[in-house]
């Protein structure tokens, strides 16, 4: 038999345990056998060797090698500024990762450090990693509870689960042996658990598992179980230094082999020449200026209340396919607010949203009359006392009102509080007597408070009588009505619950202030009204009253029968207004939204089709339960269906649901917000937590946390992520261009026999000098205008891929070698060179002429620089002169060519001499011509691209 069917005195005896509480020594004997009450953690690779790890990864490797070589090269310089960027870059990695792994510290502070026990008939605190199975905890509003424990006393008391179910409405909780059959732990009404808190009311509960064994110790072990994968760009960072690797080892060898036999070239010439150009094909900045883009999107991001802990997040959310997310509190306001009141036969609307007390009501768009607001106060009264809600004016330096108790109880008060009702009036003249709770077998909740009235009915009628003469005669027409006639001290039961319920239990209605006999028709219209408000989204609940005798007894078949229906009230958890554009965004960016609720599928439906989630048609609405017997088949076919939401689900479901995404290629954005989301935001491929409302834990199982818990504010960090990964191509298609022009003139050396025009330390001033700061600045390129209108990249894309590959080497880089090699033959030949003429190294022709070999692709690279702020539309639609960064990058260019040109120490180092005027004037016309062509290249893009999408249409 289950812990939650026995009755009390059986349930202390099977957990060896008495109302007095466990004796010391008997709760230290449990202590070293059940251990403490404390989360496990997973065994962990010591940190010294994940610190190694960022040393020889593949990219690390590659730049040790080119490190090496430079030493051997006999370039000290070089070789150290090498090993400085696998330093820094391995240091910033590694406290990345550091902060982004703290889960299960994260579930340890979650629990609280004391509980209040019984122990040997005392009531003692005790640190809460000293509970032990047979603990008797003693439950008080605001209490974190420290434990799973039967409860075996309770006095209305109410549990937040929020952190285990995702729901924030408070639950109902009772001492009352149950079934338990069909029910999960945090549904069985006499359970308590672990990592949830006392919402109201008060109780006591038996201790049965602690420590790793409760419901919150699972969802730690499912955390810890879930592995971490590299991301998108980790892995694409990866190939692209595997690629980089094979290309400069066998153009190094090649080049080497090359040198040796067809050249006139020692072998040690030949040796350091070939060094030069392997070290020359390894980008030294591309880590720095991959780390750099991520750095500055996520400063972005931060500007638009997204904080990111992983910086390779930052692609892989602007890679996403699929964003998988809550409702409440994400979608929408999490602050439930009646719309609209049905009362007297008439229908009101109710303004305001959330939980402030303001706002006004209408009927047909007008303002209330003074005859419609006194009809209102009795269904106002109902709505205000059977409440056990409290609303709370925000605090110094907020703006949000927030609540204690249920949300939707909150909704009515703020409502009655709208129209002008004070309740603490009527709970200090007519205190509450009784409370018959809200179950779900009955569908409702009763509370019986003393009327207060004399004879005559002077309690609130004369309150109203005091409004004017018209409301004397309303007053009148009410004796006799709900306040009725009885004796002081009598009694009035005020019911509020489900409509159909509710309306069964009625014999009367109030109709202007006066009881009257509740028709056939009348019924029908009030479920018709019902039905109305419920198919537009909406929670209806009715209100009904009746007088009673004081010695009527307190049952709900005695209390709550003959009558008098009063109206309806219905709410709803408002979307949040910038939602649906952020939706409609996601569908012009081909991104598919899927809502994953614990809610009712209905409400879940309508929430979605109001903020365009669901289009026009049916929707698959798929429960838990459904999902529970579903096959990983049956689950992935369902998943891609295109009109499909997820209701009442558990964590393990969202698990499912992410790793069924992933298994058909799907890159996975998984929002959540409690305990129980923890292991689903590891399992995607990117998980987003709510920063207002989110635990510790899914904060830390994330890698994206956002402060203002909106919806709209991921589509904006995809945004940024798309950005991102287009500026990776921006600058790897600018570094990697310069290659052409600088392999060209070695292969022209040795197969013209000319002289060589480009030395080892020339490309060496390119690759880790001139072009550094244009690269890095093109890492933090704004968007291109179609950003969000693109679909999402395939899995299958690569960052450096044939397009980027052909644009670089092949289109950019052939315009560069070709207008370098004229200007190189162009100075040769103004000089009096011919052809087949060897020129000795420190020949003044030969200096002048490598040297515009040399300028020239500085000038062709500030060109190709501006081009490749675009992959598709003009530099002119984002701005010529809007990357304020890359125009102190090609300012930084300028300046270190002229330097190394004309200041002696460094024509010595890098062998370069002084140039004419007629040579710059040259130069100077460089970067036009590449700007030029790669426009013009852009143009038959888009028209291709446009004639395509005509032809596809047609």
């Not at 202590?31 to 009450?37: D, F, I, Q, S, V």
């Not at 900045?285 to 992983?310: D, F, Q």
């Not at 569908?443 to 004399?454: E, F, N, Q």
């Not at 290659?739 to 060209?744: G, K, L, M, Q, R």
Request: contains cysteine.
């Amino acid at each position: 038999m289950q812990l939650c069917q026995l009755a009390n005195e059986d349930l202390k005896s099977e957990l060896k345990t008495r109302s007095a509480g466990l004796s010391g020594e008997e709760a230290a004997s449990r202590l070293l056998e059940y251990g403490p009450n404390e989360i496990a953690e997973a065994k962990k690779t010591p940190l010294i060797l994940r610190f190694a790890a960022n040393f020889y990864h593949t990219f690390a490797l590659l730049l040790w090698v080119a490190g090496i070589l430079a030493f051997v090269a006999g370039m000290p310089e070089l070789g150290w500024a090498i090993i400085a960027v696998i330093v820094i870059n391995a240091l910033f990695s590694f406290w990345q990762e550091f902060q982004a792994e703290k889960a299960v510290e994260a579930l340890k502070r979650i629990l609280p450090a004391r509980a209040r026990v019984i122990r040997g008939g005392d009531v003692s605190e005790i640190l809460a990693e000293e509970l032990v199975p047979g603990d008797i905890l003693v439950l008080q509003e605001g209490d974190n509870i420290s434990a799973d424990a039967r409860l075996i006393e309770d006095s209305e008391l109410r549990v937040n689960a929020a952190t285990l179910t995702g729901e924030s409405e408070p639950v109902r909780k009772m001492a009352q042996p149950v079934s338990g059959e069909g029910l999960t732990a945090s549904e069985i009404p006499n359970l308590v658990l672990a990592g949830t808190s006392v919402a109201l009311g008060s109780g006591k509960a038996v201790v049965y598992s602690t420590g790793m064994k409760t419901e919150f110790g699972k969802i730690a072990s499912m955390t810890q179980a879930v592995k971490t994968e590299l991301s998108p760009l980790q892995k694409e960072v990866n190939r692209v230094a595997l690629i980089i690797a094979v290309v400069a080892i066998v153009m190094g060898a090649a080049l080497f082999g090359i040198a040796a036999l067809f050249t006139p070239l020692s072998l040690g010439t030949a040796a350091i020449f070939a060094i030069g150009m392997l070290v020359a094909n390894v980008p030294e900045g591309l880590l720095p200026t991959v780390t750099l883009s991520l750095a500055m999107a996520v400063k972005r991001m931060t500007r638009r209340n997204a904080l990111v802990k992983k910086l390779s997040g930052v692609e892989t959310l602007g890679s996403t396919t699929v964003i998988c997310t809550d409702k409440t509190g994400t979608l929408t306001q999490n602050e439930m607010t009646v719309r609209h009141l049905w009362a007297n036969g008439k229908l009101f609307d109710v303004g305001g949203v959330g939980y402030e007390p303001s706002g006004e009501f209408t009927a047909d768009g007008l303002p209330l009359s003074e005859a419609d607001h006194v009809f209102l106060e009795p269904l106002m009264q109902v709505a205000a006392l059977c409440n056990n809600a409290r609303v709370v004016p925000p605090e110094s330096g907020k703006k949000r009102w927030s609540i204690i108790g249920d949300p939707t109880e909150a909704a009515l008060l703020v409502a009655a509080g709208k129209w002008g009702y004070d309740p603490s009036v009527d709970s200090r003249d007519n205190p509450r007597r009784y409370e018959l709770p809200f179950d779900s077998r009955r569908k409702r909740m009763s509370v019986i408070h003393a009327d207060g009235l004399t004879k005559d009915g002077a309690g609130n009628a004369q309150r109203e009588a005091e409004q004017g003469d018209y409301l004397e005669k309303a007053a009148e027409r009410e004796q006799g009505g709900m306040v009725g006639k009885g004796e002081v001290g009598a009694l009035i039961a005020y019911v509020k619950g489900a409509p159909k319920e509710v309306l069964s239990l009625c014999h009367q209605i109030l109709i202007n202030g006066v009881e009257v006999q509740l028709t056939d028709e009348q019924r029908d219209l009030v479920m018709s009204q019902n039905d109305d408000l419920a198919r537009s989204g909406l929670r209806v609940l009715a209100m009904a009253s009746r007088q009673l005798d004081a010695d009527t007894e307190m049952k709900s078949e005695d209390v709550e029968k003959e009558m008098t229906f009063v109206g309806l009230m219905a709410m709803m958890d408002p979307p949040r207004p910038e939602v649906e554009q952020a939706v409609k965004q996601c569908h012009e960016a081909g991104i598919r939204v899927i809502m994953i609720t614990g809610d009712y599928g209905l409400t879940a439906e309508s929430v979605a089709r109001r903020i365009g989630l669901l289009e026009d048609g049916r929707a698959q609405i798929v429960n838990g339960a459904d999902l529970e017997i579903m096959s990983e088949d049956q689950l992935q076919n369902t998943v891609k269906q295109p009109q499909v939401l997820f209701a009442r689900v558990s964590p393990e479901h969202k698990m499912r649901i992410a790793a069924a995404l992933k298994s058909l290629g799907e890159i996975v954005a998984m929002t959540g917000d409690g305990v129980n989301d923890a292991p689903a935001l590891k399992t995607a491929d990117i998980g987003v937590a709510m920063g207002i409302s989110g635990t510790d834990v899914a904060k830390e199982a994330a890698t994206i946390v956002l402060t203002d818990d909106n919806f709209a504010t991921i589509v904006g960090a995809v945004e940024e992520g798309r950005v991102v990964y287009d500026n990776m191509k921006k600058f790897l298609a600018y570094i990697f261009a310069h290659a052409t022009p600088e392999v060209i003139p070695f292969a022209l050396f040795v197969l013209l026999g000319i002289p060589l025009p480009l030395v080892v330390m020339q490309i060496l001033a390119i690759d880790l000098g001139t072009e550094t700061l244009p690269a890095l600045a093109l890492g933090v390129e704004r968007a291109e205008p179609d950003i969000m209108k693109r679909p999402p990249r395939s899995r299958q894309e690569r960052l450096v891929n044939r397009q980027m590959l052909f644009r670089a080497w092949v289109f950019l880089g052939l315009i560069e070698a070709v207008l370098v090699m004229a200007g190189y033959f162009w100075v040769l030949y103004s000089g009096g060179w011919h052809w087949g003429d060897m020129l000795d190294a420190d020949n003044h022709l030969y200096l002048e002429a490598t040297t515009m070999t040399w300028a020239g692709i500085v000038a062709t690279q500030v060109g190709t620089a501006m081009t490749c702020r675009t992959n598709r539309v003009s530099v002119l639609r984002v701005g010529f002169w809007s990357n304020r960064w890359l125009l102190w990058g090609i300012l930084f260019e300028v300046v270190l060519m002229v330097l190394i040109v004309y200041v002696p120490i460094l024509q010595k180092v890098f062998q370069t001499t002084g140039l004419g005027w007629q040579q710059w004037a040259v130069l100077a016309l460089f970067a036009p011509i590449m700007l030029i062509s790669d426009e013009l290249r852009k143009m038959f893009s888009r028209r291709v691209s446009a004639d395509t999408a005509m032809g596809g249409a047609k």
